[in-house]
């Protein structure tokens, strides 16, 4: 849950007031908000938790950091099924309604 | 050396780890603070690469394992009352509380949902006006500011049907309540590098001067917690302690202003119980008064709430570096990642589930079935 993941600003956006991007982690495109970060600009990198831009990263950083996450599966653990991954933890079967991919 | 071909760049590692052989002339005992940083040290077996008698002991940052089992069972409380959509991240799905856990309360019917941002939980008030959206707020000053974002954002568009159950802990006053307890066996830190990303180095070199303990600011990555070991170890030998940037791609020393801004605005800090370690004075945030009414405590009424801990369980040792894992009779028996007495057998960044996942032929139950290894 600490893990912070850089990716890259492709977006920057109002929403309700807030500034708010999409960032591309190596090929996971999430919605970011990018408050913290008032004058980041589209195209540069920037280390996201839990769907906040906190500190700016450089390019050559950025990318050592998620070839080396994605080696170590971090990227899933970090986007992935987590109810998958609980539920083969636990031995059991997913609770209904958790299926991968739907509305959780 | 055999883990060395596993690192990004195995020659710079080499050449660090040679780096801190030659400098090492006494042995140290240093702590990493944060649970990631334990995660990689045990899978890269970088305690092992280290001069006999230079230690690492393994530190308290793992959010989910010192969340309190008060709170725990606040949430399971929450989370099992109908009408209500309990929100959190993966990782606190199969934390034990006293007896169950959100794994279970899904299974039994409750309506608990993994996001991946607490935004996703605002989003999920907003779509759902007549039900009660809780998220639940653990994490060190990494994830507090997203939180007070979120509570913040809920106020500024008036989402009611929205709360957070907080329980948030800070780095400082932890290292502080190591170095004062008796048994602090600690002479060096390696300090969480995104912790630093937010708040800066501004409150650790009175923390440095006071105990006399350097404190190297330290990345996640195999080569950032070796440089981190180094720079540690050469201040050591050479008699002093003050705070050192090793992480400077991600961190400055004013942090991150606009974050510590909304900090101070959303929160106030608490006094705060560690899960296994007790109550460290000052060492939480909690929601002042002008958000009192997205305080999901407040607003579901459970503030006194009776728990039971395993009495088995040892994470208290593990979390304050008194034991390794494995000391623990019930590691690897009793206690697995698929049956865990303990929340630091839950998390991939818990001491107990990385020696586990990593190093589970180095149990000593293990070691009585001749199955094993040279231990460490
Ligand atoms: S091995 Fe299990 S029971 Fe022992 S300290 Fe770790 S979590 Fe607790």
Not at chain 2, 153 to 165: H, T
């Amino acid at each position: 849950m600490c893990l912070a993941v850089p990716g890259r600003v492709v977006e920057i956006r109002e929403e309700d007031g807030t500034r708010m991007g999409k960032v591309d982690f190596g090929g996971v495109i999430k919605d970011v908000c990018l408050a913290y970060l008032p004058d980041l600009q589209e195209g540069e990198y920037t280390i996201v938790h839990v769907g906040f831009a906190l500190q700016r990263l450089d390019e050559e950083s950025a990318r050592q950091s998620l070839e080396l996450y994605r080696k170590l599966g971090a990227l899933e653990e970090e986007f992935g099924d987590q109810w998958g991954l609980a539920a083969q933890q636990a031995g059991e079967r997913r609770p209904p309604g958790t299926e991968w991919g739907a509305a959780q | 050396m055999k883990y060395l071909d596993e690192f990004s760049d195995p020659e710079l590692a080499k050449h660090l780890v040679g780096q801190i052989h030659a400098t090492a002339t006494k042995p140290w005992s240093m702590m990493e603070v944060c649970g990631g940083q334990t995660h990689t040290i045990v899978r890269h077996g970088i305690d092992q690469l280290l001069p006999d008698g230079v230690q690492m002991i393994h530190g308290p940052g793992c959010p989910v394992c010192v969340t309190p089992l008060e709170i725990i069972d606040k949430a399971l409380e929450i989370a099992s009352q109908p009408g209500v959509i309990f929100c959190s991240f993966g990782d606190m799905l199969r934390v034990p509380g006293s007896g169950r856990d959100l794994f279970r309360i899904k299974s039994e019917g409750g309506d608990v949902r993994v996001v991946y941002s607490p935004l996703d939980a605002l989003r999920l008030a907003q779509e759902n006006p007549d039900r009660q959206v809780v998220f639940f707020g653990i994490g060190f000053e990494t994830t507090a500011p997203p939180n007070a974002m979120t509570v913040y954002q809920a106020k500024k568009l008036g989402i009611p049907n929205f709360s957070l159950l907080v329980s948030h802990v800070r780095v400082p006053p932890a290292i502080e309540a190591i170095m004062q307890s008796p048994d602090c066996r600690v002479q060096g830190f390696l300090a969480a590098g995104h912790v630093c990303s937010v708040m800066g180095t501004a409150e650790y070199p009175e923390l440095a001067d006071r105990y006399r303990v350097p404190i190297v600011v330290t990345g996640f990555e195999p080569l950032d917690i070796l440089a981190g070991i180094l720079r540690t170890v050469t201040q050591l030998e050479r008699g002093e302690h003050v705070v050192e940037n090793a992480y400077q791609r991600a961190v400055r020393d004013e942090g991150n202003p606009a974050a510590k801004a909304m900090l101070e605005d959303v929160f106030e800090t608490t006094d705060r119980s560690w899960r296994g370690i007790g109550m460290i004075p000052r060492s939480g945030w909690r929601l002042s008064e002008r958000y009192r009414e997205w305080d999901a405590e407040y607003r579901f009424q459970v503030r006194d709430i009776a728990t039971e801990e395993s009495t088995i369980c040892r994470s208290g040792e593990v979390l304050q570096g008194q034991i390794k894992p494995h000391e623990c009779a019930a590691f690897g028996t009793l206690c697995t990642p698929r049956n865990p007495l303990g929340a630091t057998m839950v998390s991939s960044e818990g001491a107990c589930a990385a020696y586990y996942l990593y190093r589970r032929l180095q149990t000593p139950a293990a070691a009585g079935t001749g199955a094993v290894s040279s231990g460490d």
